[in-house]
């Protein structure tokens, strides 16, 4: 089993950039999907970032790739999301989720299903 929470969330202008981070505590020397989601008001919770912890394949929804950055800190336990270019359609509470991966080298899902842990999240705002 594995607890997470997320940090780095806050209010920015359009253009603007943040870090989130999740840390991640628990069961932590199996190999993990770790992805990223974001739900704004109204919408469903998407997938927008994932990393295989084993091997370190990394995939992102078309909708942000070139302007979000997945990476993983092994010695610290902790999962980041940089974001460039931020939009106000990126306006959404971030969420870190993970799931158990079943070897080294494998691949993940952006699919909201497929996670088992959750963190609270982190609220992301961007103002035009």
């Known amino acids: 089993q594995v607890q997470l929470v997320e940090s780095g969330g806050g209010s920015v202008q359009t253009g603007g950039s943040l870090r989130l981070s999740c840390a991640a505590s628990g069961d932590t020397y199996s190999y993990y999907c770790m992805a990223w989601f974001r739900q704004a008001p109204g919408k469903e919770r998407e997938g927008v970032a994932v990393i295989h912890t084993g091997g370190g394949r990394i995939d992102y929804a078309d909708s942000v790739k070139g302007r979000f950055t997945v990476s993983q800190d092994n010695a610290k336990n902790t999962l980041y999301l940089q974001i460039h270019s931020l939009k106000p359609e990126d306006t959404a509470m971030y969420y870190c989720?993970?799931?158990?991966?079943?070897?080294?080298?494998?691949?993940?899902?952006?699919?909201?299903?497929?996670?088992?842990?959750w963190g609270q999240g982190t609220q992301v705002t961007v103002s035009s």
């Open positions: 989720a993970a799931e158990w991966a079943a070897s080294y080298g494998g691949t993940c899902s952006l699919a909201r299903d497929t996670y088992r842990y």
